[in-house]
């Protein structure tokens, strides 16, 4: 019970920080951000036109008053496909972030407070997993096992792995040797209740911060390697792929199929890198 | 002496990296995945599934094959690319150059922009000029570089025709140049064709930009942070204390701000070498990224596994390059190893 209190009233300490120092910036980026989501969210009952409907009559449209985006060359509607990417990209983005969290920081505990030839092993290889060319190893992973999105999460998972294991780790070296750690040990704790329990909570608001700042690596690298035609299956929707559908037509002038996607791609990493920025610095304040 | 201790326990460190680069693509190809299905392709008999089982090896115990494939790689044997039957490991060092004059023209850029403009901005943080700066490098951290050039593309070829189209390195009409260096500016130049260099540098300007742009904001966030943290150090107060010309100052600023900077614009030189990738597929540009796209359209494995290995490799070398240097430059990065 008074773990569950620790780590919550933590989150409540966020929350207190976002409302007390929060100005317009913070206010809108937020605000922006919710509606991105859930307008992705609520995409399905939401008036728009069927994403994937082709529509052999209105191939190529310019932006109307009827397809405000236009549509492609499918005809399918550039706008709703839009919105419907919401849902793709963030989705793999985020279960691949999650992913990468939930292995990423228990080894980053497990390497900082055991230290030793463990320690300096995993060290070592997520400084060499980092140096991994990101599109080219997706490339390579989904080529050795199949275009699938269970693929592409599962890569994309590989490189925030050492992102938060590095991360942790730096937080947990420390404490180590800090008095209530030291205190909880010679109570007699058994080392993984100390990891979990003792040390780990004073990890969760940095973790925290850092999740919008993976979540948009990982909506950039998804949209690459599916503009790379990987990963996401063609009639879904989904930025990478809209802006790799258009990129031929861009050079007969019609820009309305590449630029709006990626617009809203761009558009929401700024706003997740602004996120990410904003909980780092209310984090820092609080130090 | 002691630097011969020190260069060799880094080149020891790399070493032991390279090998768990090795390890890494190993198990991700042989034991994740299974390259079998990538060339049989959906359809394929028994007979057919085992003779390729055959070839490949694939049927020995994995400590022999892991042997086989890093006996391989010592040699410099990538294998043979199935879809043009041509030395994986040659043509990385024909399409390489392509690449490299990609990337170090993009770093150019990068660093004529991003240096100066951080240390402006890191004098004066609260500007108009830093909040310009910053918003600039955001945008550029946030914007896929592939999206930005077909941006360039739509306004500077299909709208302005102010450059040409995204079709390569030069000018199709150029054909007949000899290949010394493979860098086009440079072959060019030595060739003595003007135009020709004027053509080459005229397809350099749209993919070098958007690499620029989209790779060089972590340069000038560094240069920035470094500088506004140096100008509110204490020793650059005493400095000012004791009436030393702001000349001066400015030296011990830029000499302070050195090891960090280069440190970032060495390992994003490391990133670009793959970083490229997308911006070559816009630009149809002959180098490495373009390479593996095509072979994995044409389910040809050995090609990319080859460009990742090249990759990595380059950027592990370079990290070690810039550990060495950030440890000449500034004597406490030596203490701390």
Known sequence: MTEYFEISSRLNILQRIIFRHGSISVYSTFGILIAIILLGMLAPILPLQDPIKPNLLSKLSPPSLEHFFG??????????????AIRTDFTLALSSVVLGVLIGVPLGAISGYLGGWIDSTLTRISEVIQGFPQILFGMAFIAATSNS????????????IPVYSKMVRSIVVPLKEIDYVLAAKVAGNKSPRIIFFHILPNALTPVFAQLPLSCAYAVQMIAGLSFLGLGVPI?????????????????????????????????????????????????ERRE | MYWIFFILKRLGALIVSLWIVSLITFVVTRLIGNPIYLILGPRYTEEQFQAAVMRLGLDKPMWQQYYEYLNNLLVGDLGISRYTSLSVTSELFNRAPATMELATFSLLLGIVWAVPAGVVAGKNPQGKFSWFADMISR????????????????????????????????????????????????????????DAFFSALSHLIMPVFALAITTCPSIFQITRARTTEIMSSDYIRSAHAFGLSSKTIQIYVLRNMLAPVLTMITMTYGFLISGTVLVEVVFTWPGLGLYAVKAMNHSDYEPVLGVVLFATSFYLLIYMFADIVNAIIDPRARLSS
């Open chain 1, 149 to 160: 999105l269970w693929n592409v999460v599962l890569v994309v998972a590989f490189y925030n």
């Open chain 1, 71 to 84: 549509t492609d060359h499918n005809g399918m509607d550039v706008f709703s496909r839009t919105i419907f």
């Open chain 2, 139 to 194: 945008a550029g951290v946030a914007m896929p570089s592939f999206w930005l050039s077909l941006l360039l593309v739509f306004i500077f070829f299909a709208k302005l025709q102010w450059l040409p189209p995204p079709l390569g390195r030069i000018d199709s009409s150029f054909h007949d140049l000899p290949s010394v260096t493979g860098w086009m500016t440079i072959d060019t130049l030595l060739a003595g064709k003007l």
């Open chain 1, 235 to 283: 009639p879904m929707p989904e930025w990478g792929s809209m802006i790799q559908a258009g990129a031929n037509y861009m050079v007969f002038g019609k820009w309305w199929l590449s630029i709006f996607p990626g617009l809203a791609l761009f558009v929401s990493v700024w706003l997740l890198n602004m996120c990410s920025r904003m909980l780092q610095s209310l984090w």
